[in-house]
């Protein structure tokens, strides 16, 4: 009987970014600047489902949420994204509107961006949160 060699499956180093929200050209320029500077392969939900979704599929490294979404808010997605895997630390920028007050838990790994910010800050907030 031959030894059979099967193929030992290499873990991905493959950093995902989930991406969340409705205004399309924002994200278009957003995902070119942080595939180029962050290192991240992205994928874009508009809907809060349509993000669930993808998140039970492809588990992402870190999620960014427009905090005004059509069906959730961006605290509420965030949540429900969490509860997929509870035991993972899921990092997580919401990005709301100049001004607005937002109440939410105090995770370590949950940061809120007002708009507007520039796309150094946010490549910034990028990179720390994936040395973590």
């Known amino acids: 009987m031959e030894n059979v060699m099967v193929p030992q499956r290499k873990p991905t180093s493959t950093r995902f970014l989930l991406i969340v929200g409705e205004n399309e050209a924002t994200w278009k320029v957003l995902q070119k600047a942080i595939k180029q500077e962050a290192r991240y392969l992205t ?3 508009k809907t809060s489902e349509e993000a669930i979704h993808f998140a039970r599929n492809i588990q992402p490294s870190l999620v960014l949420i427009q905090y005004h979404l059509p069906d959730l808010n961006g605290m509420e997605v965030y949540h429900r994204l969490k509860a997929i895997a509870p035991e993972r630390t899921l990092p997580a920028i919401v990005i ?27 490549l910034q907030l990028l990179k720390y949160l994936s040395m973590g």
């Open 43 to 45: 994928l874009v939900a």
């Open 96 to 122: 709301m509107k100049e001004g607005e007050q937002v109440s939410h838990e105090p995770f370590p790994e949950l940061h809120m961006l007002e708009e507007p910010y520039s796309l150094d800050i946010l």
